[in-house]
DNA sequence: CAAGAACGAAAAATCGATTTATCGATTAGA
DNA sequence: TCTAATCGATAAATCGATTTTTCGTTCTTG
């Protein structure tokens, strides 16, 4: 019966108390490991915790301070390599100082974001990382600008006049790509993307256009994009094969775009890097070993949860201070996908690393 | 001044109660929708809840309460679009009853998944939604069992004598490859995958074999497993291949897997389905753009999810009664990376849909 | 030896809600 | 008319911790 019942209710810090023969302040003190504690009755307290596997209530326990141990993280979705290795860094992260993360999906909706972050105000969360749907300029932001909230904002974000932010350096990353591109010898690159309204997408795109043009003022460079989503990049895409255009090298501004347009290749049967060239933003597991494997730009994931969360607990810690603007370098990888123009259409599938 | 404190500390129950001239309790009955309340001062709550903005502290609201509104979910790793996909379904399963998700990935480790699973109960979850790492017999469904926790066990898992459980149906998707390879003409097939010790892994493993021995008894079927994880699997087939086996089919009863024979067909310059077929268990965005589009077994995750929240809902509303095992089907998309044997090694890369 | 500092621990207040017990006023029944 | 039942609302207890206040000893020190 008494087993039966120590089964069902947890043992709450007067369970300790009354059996270790002290008081819950004491108990309290103890496993706060404050000093004033003779070490008889800790030694007691410490016996009781053993016996009755007692545990803290993390709930109870954030009760009384203003601010939780709890982190909030907001990703526009998580079934992408690059936020759902985001969410894990951050969990560790979180998890090693004590903190419990929540992790949400705004699912590429700025209305259902500002809920979640709502939710999260609700929860009197210590503090947010927030990856924007679109820019830094929304009405999350806003959200936790009027509520007096602790955060950062990473990603789709370059700089705020209220927030740290943390994002991968774009335009330098673009640059290297349009040095690339260009070592090769392409003189005609058509770029997609999805506008997003991003700060982040001007960046990728002016940076590969600025580098690009200095190396050869001559070159031709279209641009593609949708405000939306990748749908209509799709069939703008197929307009633009459609009608003629050959630009030999296509430079994908995010992920989505890298897959439609390997999808719009295979529809008119060209090969890369013979056909067409092709580079991505972000890399993911099966580039490479696609054949051909497909050139990216890897963002630097850790630095980015690391840095993030780092700024983030030095302003839950009330640092003050204009917030910074962080941009982590990335990496280009050089893979089969970009080749030189000219090797003429269809010279067959030989050409292996 | 005023204004200042008013946007620093957040409204309480008893400042909407001062506010509309009642009681605390009273504001609580009527935020539950309780009848036994005025009109009229059900009217001043509400317009004092909603001059002051208030909203409910759901922390301290779940004090009171055994079990509070936060539902666990504890998945393998958050990096894969299985996952990725399952937390943002059961993310917004949980919301719709009222329920804070709380996420975490056991990266592969049970020793992890355990930790996590205590933590879990510190915060007293109404319900978890585990996905174990191996399967149900691992040390985190014993500390769902020793502690009285409620939940429900997907993927990796078949049945369970005290937890539901819902997973895709692993052997009769087999089975459907080994009649869709079979029907082709293959006769020699390699199975490859991490055993996991898992019993779907066995599950796939026997629903394909034994369909495929049913059609044709003399078919040869090598299998190369491994226990731990993906790299010696990549040796181990990396040796089968290079002592001369050459097999016309390969099924991967993993993502893994699948990206492992890839690459390895890759090292060996060979081309599906012309020098061998290809399915893999798990499907991904990549694999319809990609040359070959790699035929691959689609699980079910919207009807895991919800199969698995309405359970464990069932349960945390006190259901009782033995535990059910679900099993959701499977689809089997046939892509170009299938294709029947014999057509020759190397017979150039011309092969389009 | 008495007054005060120092120490350790218990008692009580607090966090923000929910729920139970209590209480006053109105209405019904005898 | 007096008591009992009913209704609506308030006061108080509760959840499980933390933190502040209070209190009783012991140890100094003049």
Redesign the pocket.
């Known amino acids: 019966m008494a087993q039966q019942e120590a089964r069902q209710?947890?043992?709450?810090?007067?369970?300790?108390?009354s059996h270790a023969?002290?008081?819950?302040?004491?108990?309290?003190?103890v496993?706060?490991g404050v000093?004033?504690?003779?070490p008889?009755?800790?030694q007691r307290v410490l016996d009781a915790v053993e016996r009755l596997a007692?545990?803290?209530?993390p709930?109870?326990?954030d009760?009384?301070?203003?601010k939780r141990r709890i982190i909030g993280a907001i990703m526009p979705e998580f079934e992408s390599e690059f936020f759902g290795q985001m969410v894990t860094e951050l969990e560790g992260l979180a998890e090693q100082r004590g903190y419990t993360l929540v992790a949400a999906s705004s699912r590429e909706s700025e209305a259902r974001e500002k809920e979640i972050l709502a939710r999260m105000h609700d929860w009197r969360v210590a503090g947010v990382v927030l990856a924007p749907v679109r820019n830094e300029h929304g009405p999350a932001a806003a959200f936790m600008k009027a509520n007096g909230m602790t955060g950062v904002l990473i990603d789709r974000v370059l700089s705020d006049d209220a927030f740290d932010t943390v994002s991968a350096d774009s335009a330098a990353a673009s640059a290297q790509v349009a040095r690339m591109l260009v070592g090769k010898g392409h003189k005609h690159i058509l770029i997609i993307g999805l506008a997003e309204g991003a700060a982040t997408v001007r960046a990728r795109l002016e940076g590969f256009r600025t580098q690009a043009l200095a190396l050869d003022p001559s070159i031709r460079i279209d641009v593609i994009t949708s405000e939306v989503s990748v749908e209509p990049l799709r069939s703008s895409l197929r307009d633009y094969f459609g009608r003629g255009e050959r630009p030999t090298a296509v430079y994908s501004l995010l992920l989505k775009g890298t897959l439609v347009a390997l999808s719009e290749f295979r529809r008119r049967g060209w090969h890369c890097p013979n056909d067409i060239s092709l580079v991505g933003f972000d890399d993911a597991e099966w580039m490479q070993v696609t054949w051909p494997a497909i050139a990216a730009v890897v963002q630097p994931v850790r630095q980015i949860a690391s840095e993030a969360m780092n700024l983030l607990f030095r302003r839950v810690e009330g640092a003050v201070g204009p917030p910074t603007a962080r941009l982590e370098p990335c990496q280009v990888l050089e893979r089969e996908s970009v080749g030189s123009p000219g090797n003429g259409p269809h010279s067959g599938g030989g050409d292996r690393q």
């Open positions: 209710r947890r043992p709450s810090i007067h369970d300790v108390a023969g002290v008081s819950a302040a004491t108990v309290s003190k496993l706060a000093a004033t504690v003779k008889e009755n800790a007692y545990r803290v209530d709930l109870a326990s009760m009384r301070r203003a």
